[in-house]
């Protein structure tokens, strides 16, 4: 196992595991530059809410800090990636929420919540590439973030019961 320096450890972001300049804010800033490229250019778009789903995912602390902001991002990513129409799902799912239920965020996050992070969507050379990015890293993290896949289901099929 490789040991980092004090000077390496501020080029990480403790959250997603990036290695960028900066830690967590040089990810903040990829990640504000990832998101000025998809409202620029609505081909870098399509997947837009994906993009911020997964990044929250990736920062739960900074993004998912209550029941409602979780349960959004959470079955946010479960309907891009598993639903035919996410957009329909994310619609029920933000008016279900607007009705303020109780939705317990679960003590137990995932520590480490995917291989690939902004970087790897950030560097894309093109539209089509970043698109195809934005799912390939959220695809890693809904897959680090397993033990909940129940859970945002359930959330799911309250939100259109």
Known sequence: ???LTQDETQDVCEDCGAFVAGGRGGCLKLFEEVIAREFGDYRYGREHRL??????????DKYMR?????????TGACAALGHGDARALNQ???KWL???PQVEKPAHLPERRGDLNITYVHSAPDADEHVRRVREWALSVWEAWAEHHALARRL?????A
């Open 92 to 94: 029920a799912v933000q």
């Open 156 to 160: 799911i099929d309250e939100a259109t």
């Open 1 to 3: 196992m490789t040991t």
């Open 51 to 60: 993009t911020v789903d997964a990044y929250s995912l990736q920062h739960p």
């Open 66 to 74: 209550s029941g409602k902001s979780f349960a959004a991002h959470l």
């Open 98 to 100: 607007s009705t303020n």
